[in-house]
């Protein structure tokens, strides 16, 4: 049985009449950027999240370069994040010339383990990026409190985490920015890049719309140098199709997450810690083994079974950081984290069947 990481065109054939419809409407209505599509996006996830407002952009991470810009980040400033995520989280810090600050992760969850930021914080700190990885929401309430008293930006990174919960309330909304990414792969993907942000506060929200689109608010006058950086149409219409979906997409996710905890137990292997306030929903299920590499093989050579690792190498020891002169064994969990971690197959359309196949070979391979 072949098993792959994610099945997009299962997930097409239960909602193909709809995909269909709207895409075909995009391109009868002739509007592709910058309309009603969009905009009934924006107002549909700012309401889903409790928030007044949300920008579309075109990519997760644009989201996160264009909201750090709209934070006031700039050359020589500094930004406290994890080194345990995708690359974007720190080239969005870079690009604006500022400096990424890695402070290591909790061994329990992988999230930015908020008890080591303060000691980080200097007077050249201006933000903070939390990533809400695989889909577990960071630990925001004491994170929020740190910024609070230091006054600083807090710029959550939710591209893993639409529609997860931290204490009763959904990733994104806790910060002055909540970046988003609807890469095909994500809960909520597009068929292509795009990206959103999402803020309360009117401002930060007006100055994005300026930036998304080449620094101007009224058309041919620009007021300060800006981006093309559109959610264009055709996405848009795709992820209102999803959108409707989300919440049970998540439910399937979180089903077949147990299913896996079920057939994995007693294993040898670490499955995924959910925090008890915390909903994850499960972007990626993550175990953690130690003869990661071993096992990685035989289920890729013997059994046909996709695995991802996200990610095996923490970004301060990334070649492209260099420059920031951090050493192995400086961010210890998040090293030893990435020698361990491995991702399995996980979308909602999985089968009990093939989640059960799945962890046997997992079991066999150890």
């Given amino acids: 049985m072949t098993i792959p990481m994610v099945d997009l065109n299962i997930q097409y054939e239960a909602i193909k009449d709809e995909i269909d419809s709207a895409v075909l409407g995009v391109i009868r209505s002739a509007s592709f950027i910058l309309g009603p599509q969009g905009k009934a996006l924006e107002q549909d996830i700012a309401a889903y999240h409790g928030v007044k407002h949300a920008v579309g952009v075109a990519s997760g991470t644009d989201a996160l370069y264009l909201a750090l810009r709209a934070a006031g980040v700039s050359r020589g400033d500094e930004v406290i994040t994890t080194p345990f995520t995708f690359i974007a989280t720190a080239e969005a810090i870079s690009y604006l010339g500022a400096v990424p ?32 990885l695989y889909g577990q929401a960071a630990e925001m309430d004491r994170l929020m409190q740190i910024a609070a008293d230091r006054g600083l930006k807090v710029i959550e ?108 137990a007693a294993s040898g292997v670490r499955t995924p810690v959910e925090t008890p306030d915390a909903v994850h929903v499960y972007h990626q299920y993550t175990v953690m083994v130690k003869n990661r590499d071993k096992v990685k093989q035989k289920l890729d050579g013997e059994k046909n079974i996709s695995s991802m690792i996200y990610y095996p190498v923490p970004l301060h020891l990334q070649a492209a950081y260099r420059d920031l002169g951090m050493k192995q064994g400086s961010l210890p969990v998040a090293e030893q984290s990435a020698l361990e971690v491995l991702s399995l197959p996980m979308y909602p359309e999985l089968s009990e069947e093939q989640i059960k196949t799945v962890a046997d070979a997992v079991k066999k391979a150890l």
């Fill in 101 to 132: 600050v890695f402070v290591d992760v909790r061994p329990d969850t992988l999230n930015i383990d908020v008890s080591k930021i303060s000691a980080r914080i200097t007077k050249k700190t201006k933000a903070i990026i939390p990533v809400h």
């Fill in 157 to 264: 990174d939710c591209a893993q985490s639409f529609g997860a919960e931290y204490k009763g309330k959904r990733t994104g909304s806790f910060g002055d920015f909540g970046c988003f990414s609807f890469f095909p792969s994500k809960n909520l993907g597009a068929y292509g890049d795009g990206g959103m942000v999402i803020t309360d506060d009117m401002a930060l929200a007006e100055h994005l719309l300026s930036l998304r689109n080449h620094g101007s608010r009224v058309r041919y006058y620009h007021h300060e140098i800006g981006y093309n950086s559109r959610l264009d149409e055709m996405q848009a219409a795709v992820l209102r199709v999803k959108f409707k979906r989300i919440d049970e997409y998540n439910r399937m996710r979180r089903k077949n997450a147990a299913l896996y905890n079920k057939y994995l």
